[in-house]
């Protein structure tokens, strides 16, 4: 087994005549919980589809479990990693379970259907991403938030090694991202999955992520632990925030508070504050 199942290589992609990506090498941490993080339109969620087969390299290759991804069979990439793409759309009327159910294809064969192991993967799937009381609701009927959940279960039910999420923590609120989180974290720490995420809140990657890749204009420019990597000068590089990155009294994992516009208006704040 090679050190690191999921690597690309001087991968260049991007669509039709548009370059997106520029011969991007990179390796996904295993049994590490990577967040990809970077400004709108940096090539996160087109990394993360060409890693997954579903957008073609233009040059360089991806390579899962040390042969071309390319060369792989559908089901067998579904059977190794699974991707949630960035909003989803279910079928009509579809229920929770039955979509949940949909992450158990890849596992069925024409003469086995269901299984009991199918059953027990989607039960413990909706359970851990805590939509097991949604059951038999229609998944459009849902808020936001619980179809996100939905979808998590999906992949989750997969249960694949590798899994890949596009900003699974859109439409959730505050409370619910962190659970969200902790459970990604889990899943790495305890369970030895090897995930690949693209988040939009820096201060929540930062808190969660092993391992941190920040992108701008289809390039990696860091890659590390959030120590290393999270830093005002990094911040400011890649995403133009000016921000002061301090350590995290409970955890020291490194926050950002980005600064309050020009001096002048940091002046008229303190005057209007000790009025
Ligand atoms: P990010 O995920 O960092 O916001 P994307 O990878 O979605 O960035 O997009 C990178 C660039 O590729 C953007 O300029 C975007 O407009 C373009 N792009 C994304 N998807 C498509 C597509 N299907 N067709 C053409 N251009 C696209």
């Known amino acids: ?5 999921l690597c690309s290589e001087s991968l260049t992609a991007g669509y039709e005549d548009r370059r997106v ?26 990394l993360l589809k060409a890693l997954a087969r579903t957008l073609t390299p233009q040059r360089g290759r991806v390579l899962l479990d040390g042969q071309e991804i ?24 579809m229920t929770v379970r039955e979509l949940v159910g949909m992450g158990r294809f890849p596992h069925q064969r024409l003469w086995r259907q269901w299984s009991r192991q199918d059953e027990a993967a989607v039960v413990e799937a909706m359970a851990v991403a805590r939509v097991a009381d949604l059951a038999e609701r229609p998944v459009d009927a849902l808020s936001g938030g619980q179809r996100q959940r939905c979808w998590i279960a999906m992949v989750l039910a997969q249960d694949t090694d590798l899994i890949l999420l596009d900003e699974p923590t859109t439409f959730l609120d505050l409370k619910v991202q962190v659970d969200l989180l902790e459970l990604l974290v889990r899943l790495a720490h305890d369970g030895g999955r090897t995930l690949l995420v693209v988040l939009h809140d820096l201060n929540l990657a930062a808190a969660h992520a092993d391992v941190l890749v920040m992108m701008r204009d289809g390039r990696i420019e860091h890659c590390g632990p959030p120590e290393a990597v999270f830093t005002a000068a990094n911040l400011k590089r890649v995403f133009d925030l000016e921000a002061e990155v301090i350590n995290a009294p409970n955890t020291g994992r490194p926050v950002c508070i980005p600064a309050l516009g020009s001096t002048a208006l940091l002046g008229r704040r303190k005057e209007e504050l000790s009025a």
Request: positive net charge.
């Open 70 to 93: 390319h060369r792989y069979r559908t089901r067998e990439v579904a059977h190794r990693l699974g991707i949630l793409p960035q909003s989803p759309t279910a079928p009509e009327g």
């Open 1 to 5: 087994m090679p050190d690191h199942r």
């Open 21 to 46: 990506l520029e011969s991007v090498d990179f390796r996904v941490a295993e049994g590490r919980l990577t967040v990809l993080l970077g400004p709108n339109g940096s090539g996160k969620s087109t």
